[in-house]
Structures are given as structure tokens and as C-alpha cells.
């Protein structure tokens, strides 16, 4: 499928072809809709700043945070949450943060239904068995960012502040600053969720022929290694840790090439019957 086929097959609500203009216009609604969307929640993530920033944020510095009973439960390991003070040295830093901690907020749980709006979008351009073969793609795609988020939140962020902010260096003390540790804590938690839509990617990319399960089964030991070294960067240096963050990552990989082949035997199947 390519961007051609869709304008080629879109059709109005007549049942004629839709101009350029009108998927323009058809397309500002659905940016708009999506936008809106995201200002909502950000409004409401704004308006409730104290859940917001107690509760989430700096949720896993307290020692309610489930992630530190857990593991100390089970495995005896993240028994107790980093010691460090969070400091604002600008003026204008904790209201810039707060508002920037209200968007990323409502990107993330608006996220479903920015997806439905695309897919809304791009459905109209597919042919029949190619609506067929997405069904329910947006309730993967959002549940897939969504427990990436969250596997980032509450497995990433404690170990990786456990590390970063225990790290001794001379006679220095951590104390950083709001916009650096929301900074982290968003790079803990969103890219996470983009890397565990991997499946869907590999999925799209094979049906048009730029990914196949050889490929990927061929370049399996090297995608061992960088999930190692990204395990290693993200989390302290131990094997323990290094094993919670790489073996769901690997597995998503492996749970790629399975898709990868069952599209290209469906695609066989397909040429058969033709």
C-alpha cells in the first residue's frame, strides 16, 4: 500500500473519488479532532497538578511505589527509592515544566484515540481484505504504546534513577534540576512506548516487501547485542537488571519475526489461489 493507492481509492461520502483539496480538508479535521484531543487532557493533567506531579512524576521517589516492594520481595534487589533533591533554578522553570508535563501527559493518553483519527484517515484508501488483515490495529497499536509506557515507568525509571542519581563522582552530591529529571523520566517512559509498537512496524513493513523473516532471523544475534548495550546504558551494570529490561525487548523481536512470517505465508497462500 502506498500513499498513491490511497488517494487513488479513496472515496467521498457520494461514493465518488475524492479531490486533492477535499483529503486536505479531510485531513485538517482530523488533525484538529486529534489536537483537541490532546488539549483536553492536557487540561486536565493541568488543573490537577499536585496527583500529577506527587502521585506520577515523582512517584518513584517514595517508597510506596510498587516497583521497590516488588523487587524487594521477590528478588531482594530496589529495596528503598533514591535519595536526591529536585531543584528549580529559573524563574520561570516550574511553570514551563508543568505545562510541558501537561502535554507529553496528554499525548500519552490521548494516544488511542490520535491513532483511531489516523486510521480513520488512512482506512477509506485500503482495499477489502486489507481492512481485513488490520482489523482491531488500533487497539493494538495503543495497548502496545501503552504497556511500553507503562514498562518504562515502573521498570526503567526506578533502576535507572537508582543509578544515575547514586552514582558517586568525587566528593559531588545529586541534586538536579525539575526540567532535567522530567526530561529523563520522559525519556524512560515515551520512547519505550514507540520501540513496543515493533511488532506492528514489522508487520506493515513486510506486507510491502522492505522486511522479510529471513531478514530478520539473519540479523537476530546483532539485535541481541544492541538490546544488551541499550539494557546496559538504561540500568545499572549488573546482571539482574540487565535481564528485566532485555528479555521483554528480545521477546518483542522474537514475537516480530512470528508475524513476519505468518504475513508472508499468508501472502503465498494468496498468490496460490490467484
Known sequence: MSIKSIVAKAKGTAGTEMTFLEHLEELRWHIIRATASIALFAIVMFTNKEFVFDRIIFGPKWDSFPTYKFFCKILNILCSPPEFMVQAFKVEEKFITHLKVSIILGIIVSFPYIFWEVWKFIKPGLYQNERNAARGIVFVCSALFLIGVLFGYYIISPFALNFLTGYELADTISTPTLTSYVNNMAMYTVPTGIVFELPVVVYFFTKIGLITPDFLKQYRKMAFVVILVMSAIITPPDVITQFLIGVPLYILYEISIV???????????????A
Request: charged residues 35%; hydrophobic residues 40%; without cysteine.
Open 259 to 273: 508475524i513476519s512470517m505468518r504475513v508472508v505465508a499468508n501472502q503465498e497462500k494468496e498468490l496460490q489461489r
